[in-house]
């Protein structure tokens, strides 16, 4: 009978190596406590602790840049929205043509 492997989200094992590296329980108490095993703790620990830098070599997303960026994403909707509601009653109208052949 084959096994499920769990998948942990990055945000679990950053959880479980910060806990491990507190080191105010045991690998073991943290393996009962996340319910994985204490090698898999050593194994996200480490990495954290190498790929530690590269947190900090990236800049973070500029959240004023993504608040704006979504809204003329939504600027650009309602427009295209009105233009094509112009478009058919130009055409309803007698006013245009329709570019359709």
């Known amino acids: 009978m084959k096994t499920i492997r769990k998948k942990h989200s990055a945000s679990f094992k950053a959880q479980v190596a910060i806990e491990a590296i507190k080191e105010q329980q045991t690998l073991s108490d943290l393996a009962n406590?996340?319910?994985v095993h204490p090698?898999?703790?050593?194994?996200?620990k480490r990495e954290f602790l190498t790929r530690g830098a590269e947190i900090f070599a990236t800049k973070a997303p500029d959240e004023e840049a993504e608040?704006?960026?979504?809204?003329l994403y939504e600027k650009i909707g309602r427009l295209e929205v009105e233009v094509d509601f112009c478009k058919?009653?130009?055409?309803?109208l007698g006013i245009m043509r329709s570019s359709k052949k």
């Open 39 to 44: 090698k898999m703790i050593s194994n996200w």
């Open 33 to 35: 406590r996340f319910e």
């Open 88 to 92: 058919r009653a130009s055409e309803q």
């Open 67 to 71: 608040r704006r960026e979504k809204s």
